[in-house]
């Protein structure tokens, strides 16, 4: 019997890891928007010249670095702002 619940319990996690991994996978398919963020003004508007991936957290220049995907983690990436003025 020991031998029996082991052998389930590794199943198991097998299984559950499996799924999160075809989850995360997903829900990368799934197109986010970005964080903006800028430094500057132009016009009184604030000019936004960084977009931040939703799911990792690294930083794109706005204008230069407009993937559909973020290339770190492969996050589909929904722009709302796609270029500097
Ligand atoms: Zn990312």
Not at 30 to 53: N, R
Not at 57 to 73: A, H, L, R, S, T
């Amino acid at each position: 019997m020991e031998h029996f619940e082991s052998d389930y319990t590794e199943k198991t996690i097998n299984y559950w890891s499996a799924l999160k991994l075809a989850v995360s996978a997903l829900e990368k398919q799934i197109a986010k928007t970005p964080d903006y963020e800028g430094d500057g003004y132009s016009d009184g508007q604030l000019v936004y010249d960084t977009w931040i991936c939703p799911n990792c957290g690294n930083n794109y220049e706005v204008g230069y670095d407009d993937d559909d995907y973020c290339p770190k983690c492969g996050q589909h990436i929904q722009h709302l702002i796609n270029q500097l003025d």
